[in-house]
């Protein structure tokens, strides 16, 4: 596609659910991030991919945090028994590889948990 | 570990003022350099980049220079306008190839 697809664009859930964010990378683009954006707030490292594999997943918070990334492409951030202050908006960036490359946001997902 | 600092927001200033955003690093190796802006209601985007020492990143009259000595990347520009107000986040990419972020400076320009 164009650019950095990220879905659902806003979700709404009550506490205790599970939800999964997904992410849609740039054709091509093997580096793929997550990082959380709570109001006011900078963006909060989550978890990196080089392809399919992620070297640093130091940023989940908690084992409630998961993510995946099949084929290369796209990639799914589950959160489980969500808790209110998992609201926040997340964000997804996809690169090309090497470190002086351009990384490209999605539009991210904003979640409330109610 | 790597890690940006960012200078605290909120900035105000006047239209035609000097701006300047501090940002110092800390990172093993030599990590590649960013600014990303926010506008209101848009996603993140590139402003500029500087790639090694000394390296001068320059978009839209913005500017800021890599220096190892310091460890800094500090951005300015000579005249802001109304529409500079955003959010400007300093970044590092490091060898491995992971990004990280500062905590963002919002910048707000009156006319």
């Known amino acids: 596609g164009a650019g950095v697809s990220q879905s659902p664009s806003n979700k709404v859930t009550e506490k205790g659910k599970d939800v999964e964010l997904r992410c849609d990378p740039i054709?091509?683009?093997?580096?793929l991030y997550w990082y959380r954006q709570s109001l006011g707030q900078g963006l909060e490292f989550l978890i990196y991919f080089q392809g399919n594999s992620a070297p640093d997943k130091s940023g989940l918070p908690s084992d409630r945090f998961s993510a995946e990334r099949t084929g290369g492409s796209v990639s799914t951030l589950t959160i489980q028994r969500t808790q209110q202050e998992d609201s926040a908006v997340y964000l997804c960036a996809s690169s090309l590889g090497g470190r002086n490359t351009e990384a490209f946001f999605g539009q991210g997902t904003r979640l409330t948990v109610v | 570990g790597d890690s940006v600092t960012q200078m605290e927001g909120p900035v105000t200033l006047s239209e035609e003022a000097f701006l300047t955003i501090n940002c110092t690093y800390t990172?093993?190796?030599?990590?590649?350099l960013f600014w990303y802006v926010q506008y209101p209601g848009e996603g993140l985007q590139l402003l500029l980049k500087?790639?090694?020492?000394?390296d001068k990143g320059s978009n839209k009259g913005f500017e800021a220079t890599y220096r190892k000595e310091t460890t800094s990347f500090h951005l300015e520009k000579g005249s802001v306008q109304v529409s500079d107000s955003a959010v400007y986040f300093c970044?590092?990419?490091?060898?491995?190839?992971?990004?990280?972020f500062g905590t963002g400076t919002r910048l707000t320009v009156i006319p």
């Open positions: 500087a790639t090694k020492a000394d």
């Open positions: 990172a093993t190796g030599y990590p590649s």
């Open positions: 970044a590092l990419r490091t060898g491995a190839n992971n990004l990280f």
């Open positions: 054709s091509g683009h093997t580096a």
